[in-house]
């Protein structure tokens, strides 16, 4: 099973950035997916989560802003991320789960890639 992001990189306040996630070796209509992110010095957070069905869940602090899609056509999830701040400075990982469910927890899942860096300038 292999995940892979991309789209990261630098942006100014207020920009946007779309982050994919490419899947391979899993059947990805089976999975729900999940973006976390990791700050320095800080644990990884739960920031959206989107089921099989394409039901989504997001953190308080990323409502309204990023947006989290799937195209189980292309095994491939997204991020739409939205007036971008400061604060949304991290490296970004993507992670599958099997099961239909809504997940935030790390721990929940069963798959990761190996993240893209965010970086948001003021």
């Known amino acids: 099973v292999q995940l892979v992001e991309s789209g990261g990189g630098l942006v100014q306040a207020g920009g946007s950035l779309r982050l994919s996630c490419a899947t391979s070796?899993?059947?990805?209509?089976?999975?729900?997916m999940g973006w976390f992110r990791q700050a320095p010095g800080k644990e990884r957070e739960f920031v959206a989560t989107i089921s099989w069905s394409a039901t989504t869940y997001y953190t308080y602090s990323v409502k309204g802003r990023f947006y989290i899609s799937r195209d189980n056509a292309k095994n491939t999830v997204y991020l739409q991320m939205n007036s971008l701040k400061p604060d949304d400075t991290a490296v970004y990982y993507c992670?599958?789960?099997?099961?239909?469910?809504?997940?935030?927890?790390?721990?929940?899942?069963?798959?990761w890639g190996q993240g893209t860096q965010v970086t948001v300038s003021s």
């Open positions: 070796g899993l059947t990805f209509s089976n999975y729900a």
């Open positions: 992670a599958a789960k099997r099961g239909t469910y809504l997940y935030t927890g790390p721990t929940d899942y069963d798959y």
